[in-house]
């Protein structure tokens, strides 16, 4: 089973500021791991996602996160936030050696990162 | 542009009306879920299918139904909504790479 703790339920920065979103999680297999932004009254929407290779993930909109194996962590950071990146931001895994049907996601509980003027 | 598209995106219903919640998908992948998302929480999945194999969770309630006639739609009924089932309900779909989401539904219960 996977369990996945993302330590701020709340994050407050002001615009073009540096943030950091932290993620961490816990399994007994190996993972996948990814990182999905929520706009109000919208869907996920995949920000960018650790399957392989280089642990320095790039994704869509400027974000960033680092996969640490040995601190089971998968923070996600961006260096100059804009008003539009108000949003919540869910971290997630799936175990590695998925086969048929299991491709499951455990989300943590979401970041409301709100960038202010 | 290969997408997952969910239709009406806002619902209102009427305490134990029947209501129904479509989905549909255009990247042709076996497996299709169903997600319950309450105000300021994480997704809650409620069944999946890989192909026509269909998966309730443990704790999804009878209320809840699926049906899935083909492999691009997929649909939701709950039989008898009551208050605490207004919600956004997301619909994604899957590969190896990962879960690719619907705008969602946000049912309204009255």
């Known amino acids: 089973a996977q369990s996945v703790t993302q330590l701020d339920s709340q994050v407050p920065v002001f615009e073009e500021a540096p943030v950091e979103l932290r993620c961490n999680y816990s399994s007994s297999v190996s993972v996948y791991l990814f990182w999905y932004v929520q706009y109000p009254n919208q869907g996920l929407q995949l920000l960018l996602k650790?399957?392989?290779?280089?642990?320095l993930v790039k994704g869509i909109n400027g974000f960033e996160a680092e996969f640490n194996k040995s601190q089971t962590s998968f923070h996600l950071r961006k260096p100059s936030v804009h008003i539009s990146d108000t949003a919540e931001y869910f971290c997630?895994?799936?175990?590695?050696?998925?086969?048929?049907?299991?491709?499951?996601?455990?989300f943590g509980k979401g970041t409301l990162l709100t960038v202010n003027p | 542009d290969a997408m997952v598209i969910q239709n009406p995106r806002y619902q209102v219903t009427q305490f134990g009306k029947p209501v129904t919640l479509s989905c549909s998908q255009t990247?042709?992948?076996?497996?299709m879920y169903w997600y319950q998302q309450k105000s300021s929480q994480a997704p809650k999945l409620l069944f999946h299918y890989y192909d026509k194999d269909f998966n309730n969770e443990a704790d999804t309630p009878d209320n809840f139904q699926s049906r899935r006639p083909n492999t691009s739609f997929c649909f939701l009924d709950i039989r008898s909504p009551g208050l605490g089932d207004a919600a956004m309900y997301l619909c994604?779909?899957?590969?190896?790479?990962?879960?690719?989401f619907g705008p969602g539904t946000r049912l309204t219960v009255t």
């Open positions: 650790y399957l392989s290779g280089s642990t």
């Open positions: 990247l042709n992948h076996n497996v």
């Open positions: 997630a895994v799936s175990p590695q050696n998925r086969g048929g049907s299991n491709y499951k996601l455990t």
């Open positions: 994604a779909t899957a590969d190896r790479a990962g879960q690719y």
